[in-house]
């Protein structure tokens, strides 16, 4: 493509990169990337992908911006406390980069919205705080053949992983996780969570959401990236695909989202 000065400007320091140059960037320009959560996780994930240049960006949220979010959630400001989160983010993003696309989708994902809804992007990102939505990201996504980035925290602890079990060769969540746990006992908003925390991990799912786009590096697909902030460690476990998983097994019994209670109305902390 034909990029204008003030492209070859702002992405300078993409361009001359040899992993990602002119064709790279095209690349990130025609895409399309879902992220789910405009919160803690979802919020550094916006900036760092708006920033890159991802053409088109949906977010899927159904939550308004209140004080008690601001101490990590770096997208919205004080400014912006009763506005819709999506509303909130698609003013953020156009002051970033005022060439990307923002579709704002201020709802909750559910069964009957999931796979309509994921069908219309390459690649989704899930920042979701809770099970329910972890799990049915995770089945949809599978179902649509698109791949997902999903991060989570708690506390002072991080996790990171790509699920492309579509493809036949890695694991998806069920795999890493199991069936969808009952009601824990404790939330995010129970035990509390580091700020910071929510920075880091969002900034690396941003670098596999890119990764994942421009079919560079090493994928997380396969591997579960775990980090303790509080001994600033990180660690990675090689993770197998589950020949028994109800969604990618070889004995699947997951064939659609309507038979399943994914507890929707549940607020439940993901890690």
């Known amino acids: 493509m034909d990029f204008s ?16 140059g002119e064709e ?3 690349k990130l320009l025609n895409a399309r990337v879902l992220v789910i959560g405009a919160g803690g996780l979802g919020s550094p994930l916006l900036l760092y992908l708006a920033a890159a240049g991802i053409g ?31 509303e909130s983010a698609r003013r953020r993003i156009a002051e ?3 060439e990307v696309k923002v579709e704002a989708h201020s709802m909750r994902l559910t069964p009957d919205n999931a796979l309509d809804l994921i069908a219309r992007y390459d690649l989704v990102a899930d920042g979701s705080d809770n099970f ?3 799990y049915l990201a995770n089945d949809a996504c599978y179902l649509a053949k698109k791949t997902l980035v999903s991060a989570a925290i708690m506390r002072f602890d991080g996790q990171l992983s790509t699920y492309k079990a579509h493809e036949g060769k890695t694991p998806c969540y069920r795999c890493l996780f199991g069936p969808q746990p009952g009601d ?6 129970d035990v509390g969570v580091l700020g910071a925390l929510a920075g880091t ?3 690396l799912q941003a670098n596999e959401v890119v990764k994942e786009v421009l079919g560079i590096g090493r994928s997380l ?3 579960l990236l775990l980090f303790d902030s509080l001994e600033t460690t990180f660690r990675k476990v090689s993770v197998p695909r589950d020949p028994g998983c109800a969604l990618c097994g070889s004995q699947a019994t997951i064939r659609d989202l309507q038979t399943l209670d994914y507890r929707t109305g549940a607020a439940l902390c993901a890690v």
């Open 201 to 203: 991990l969002g900034a």
């Open 56 to 86: 088109t960006l949906g977010i899927v949220d159904d939550d308004e911006v209140d004080l008690s979010n601001l101490q990590r959630q770096v997208l919205h400001d004080t400014a912006n406390i009763g506005m819709a989160k999506v």
């Open 184 to 189: 824990p006992k404790e939330s995010c908003a």
């Open 132 to 134: 329910p939505t972890r």
């Open 24 to 26: 790279g960037q095209a």
């Open 96 to 98: 970033i980069n005022p």
């Open 5 to 20: 000065d003030d492209q070859i400007d702002r992405y300078a320091r993409h361009l001359v990169l040899p992993e990602i």
């Open 221 to 223: 697909a396969g591997e």
